[in-house]
């Protein structure tokens, strides 16, 4: 048989999401019961980050029973803070937490791409989180590839090496292309045999859609926009549409595969600044998720293609270029009137750390950020950045949150 076309590939790889595509529209009203009454449910939720042995495993090549300590130990400390969510990295580089048909086992796990480490981490983040009367989220970055430019240190049956051409080259990682239908289709289908075997809470993205932008550097689609983007009057509103598909089928897709799982995106914070759209907020941020990641974030927000949205507010306030109360009150704004309940994320990491403001060394900073969102009836609650500094927590940043705003535990938001 000859090699099959792109477009013969991705609409084989999809077929199984076909009858949830109607689904994926947008409802054109708001929830006629908003806005919903102040209650005890609210979010409180950590960031549980896997990439580079960022938060855990502390470092590669522990022993099975050393990683489930580690995990289990982050879990109760989040018990302990009285937070109701984890939100676990389990598809950091295009590989799996989890025994993946699809994709290698992480190397952030035993060292080496593709080696089994003897046990199921995200089946049992799910159970064990579960046993604690904790969320579980299934955190997966869809399109980054590895943090370096060399395909031969991926496993030797990562789809990567299998299919190079999907693969761009881009400020020194690799990135799977949005802009083949082919790509989104596998990392969907790579995705959601997650929700398929888990009774995971959610389905999370963060901020990584196109890369953020180096000097100096071009992103390569140009074959990709040859093909596809003939009906787009600029590349910009192409790789938009991408992405905006991406986000639409998975969201359908979960609801297909899993009802009552929900669907979130944790984005960078400033979709425009007002100088470029005045629709955006009054923020001078050198980055804008619309014009550089080529994500609409609000859109998403306003059509309710997504369940939650967590825009990472990681700044201080009175921060010139992105003051957090000018954003909060933008992203509120933003959610009022829709039924995409809106969280802040909370820079906790950047609380007493070397060479941050004088304002992240005062450990009644984050305080003052849940004080002021609390002012807000569209801010449904917080999820803090991330697990290994709740632990370590080295300028009492997050005690002074729990003593000041959870002193009863709390459901987090149907």
């Known amino acids: 048989m000859g090699r099959p076309t792109r477009r013969a590939f991705a609409l084989a790889a999809l077929s199984t999401l076909a009858t949830a595509q109607g ?75 989890w025994p ?61 090496r299998r299919h190079p051409d999907w693969v761009v080259p881009y400020g020194g990682r690799l990135y799977y292309n949005p802009g083949l239908p082919e790509v989104r289709a596998f990392v969907e289908q ?9 009774p995971v809470d959610a389905v999370h993205f963060d901020d990584y859609f196109y890369p953020y932008p180096v000097a100096g550097q071009t992103f390569d689609d140009d074959a990709a926009y040859d093909e596809y983007g003939g009906d787009f009057d600029t590349r910009a509103a192409w790789r938009r549409d991408n992405i905006d598909k991406l986000v639409r089928e998975t969201a359908a897709a979960v609801k297909q595969v899993r009802p009552g799982t929900r669907f979130g995106i944790s984005p960078f914070g400033v979709w425009r600044n007002a100088t470029t759209d005045s629709r955006g907020s009054d923020t ?21 293609w997504i369940d939650y949205i967590v825009p990472q507010l990681y700044w201080h306030i009175g921060f010139a270029a992105a003051d957090y109360a000018t954003l909060v009150d933008w992203w509120a704004k933003a959610a009022e009137g829709t039924r995409t309940q809106l969280y802040i994320g909370e820079a906790l990491y950047k609380a007493g750390a070397a060479g941050q403001p004088s304002q992240w060394q005062d450990p009644v900073e984050l305080s003052r950020h849940l004080t002021l969102a609390a002012g807000y009836p569209q ?36």
């Open 100 to 160: 993946s048909p699809y994709e290698p086992w992480s190397e952030y796990l035993t060292g080496t791409q593709g080696r089994n480490p003897g046990w199921d981490p995200l089946g049992t983040a799910v159970r064990e989180a579960h046993a604690r009367g904790l969320q579980l989220h299934a955190w997966f970055n869809p399109y980054r590839v590895a943090n370096h430019t060399d395909p031969t240190r991926l496993a030797a049956s990562h789809p990567a």
């Open 284 to 304: 001078r941020a050198g980055v804008q998720t619309y014009d550089d990641l080529h994500a609409d974030t609000r859109k998403w927000v306003r059509k309710h």
């Open 379 to 414: 801010v449904r609650g917080h999820v803090f950045f991330a697990a290994k500094d709740v632990a370590a927590d080295p300028a009492g940043a997050m005690a002074r949150v729990v003593a000041d705003h959870y002193g009863q535990p709390a459901k987090p938001p149907r």
């Open 23 to 97: 689904s994926a529209a947008a409802p054109e009203r708001p929830d006629p019961r908003w806005p919903w009454p102040r209650a005890a449910a609210e979010m409180r939720g950590v960031w549980l980050a896997t990439v580079a042995n960022r938060d855990w495993p502390s470092k590669s090549g522990l022993t099975a029973d050393a990683q489930r300590a580690e995990l289990t130990a982050h879990l109760d400390r989040a018990v302990r803070d009285r937070l109701n969510t984890v939100i676990l990295q389990v598809r950091p580089t295009a590989d799996a937490l």
């Open 190 to 198: 790579a995705m959601l045999d997650a929700v398929v075997r888990y």
